[in-house]
Structure formats: structure tokens, C-alpha cells
């Protein structure tokens, strides 16, 4: 079984940064990419960044400039610099990995628990 256990997050100023980090682990072959998903109450998850495995990088509009996703590939971890935080960046941010696992040939996917991020004076 694969899991995905993030950390970092909790209370930050606006304008203040924060890091949070994501580490995968269980019966992986190959990570094809890892990212960083957010929601807040009644809307849908959506986007934030995400890396491929050949570190191609991808990032909503909302945080391009401020925020960077970076990966180390060795141990199948992923982390998201977050800059700059505003309080609209607020929100319960969850990783994500599409992975090949051991002895299979379809991807799958497996979300983290989620950690919260408030952006607040």
C-alpha cells in the first residue's frame, strides 16, 4: 500500500512563507509526478503545482512567482516553498502522486491526509 505523508503548514503572516514537504512511501516503482492540490470550504479542490518526473513544473496562475515545487526524486519526495502568502492562500493543501507500483502497468493515484495553511495577522 502506498502513502503519501505530508508535513509543515499551520499559521503564517501575510506576506510571510512557509514550506511544506510530502514524502511517499510503500510498494513503488516509478513516480510519474507529485503534486500540490488545495481546498477550501464549499469550493472544489483545485491545483497549485505539480512536477513531473523529468521535473517539468506546472503552477495555478494564482501562485506563479510565489510559490516553487521542487522534488527529490531518490526517495520520492516532493515540497512546495510557498512565498509571499496572502490570506486568499488559505486552505487545506493536499498532496498527491501518480505512481506505477510494483508489478502492475496502470498508474494510480493516492492523496495525502491534507494539511491546513492560514494565511492571518
Known amino acids: 500500500q502506498v502513502r503519501l505523508v505530508e508535513s509543515g503548514g499551520g499559521l503564517v503572516q501575510p506576506g510571510g512563507s512557509s514550506i511544506l514537504s510530502c514524502a511517499a512511501s510503500?510498494?513503488?516503482?516509478?513516480?510519474?509526478?507529485m503534486g500540490w492540490y488545495r481546498q477550501t470550504p464549499g469550493k472544489q479542490r483545485e491545483l497549485v503545482a505539480k512536477i513531473t518526473g523529468g521535473e517539468v513544473t506546472t503552477y495555478a496562475d494564482s501562485v506563479k512567482g510565489r510559490f516553487s515545487i521542487s522534488t527529490f526524486n531518490i526517495d520520492n519526495r516532493v515540497f512546495l516553498q510557498m512565498n509571499s502568502l496572502k490570506p486568499e492562500d488559505t486552505a487545506v493543501y493536499y498532496c498527491?502522486?501518480?505512481?506505477?507500483?510494483?508489478?502492475?502497468?496502470?498508474?494510480?493515484?493516492?492523496w495525502g491526509q491534507g494539511t491546513q495553511v492560514t494565511v492571518s495577522s
Open positions: 498527491f502522486a501518480n505512481y506505477r507500483a510494483q508489478g502492475t502497468i496502470r498508474p494510480s493515484d493516492v
Open positions: 510503500g510498494n513503488i516503482l516509478s513516480v510519474n509526478w
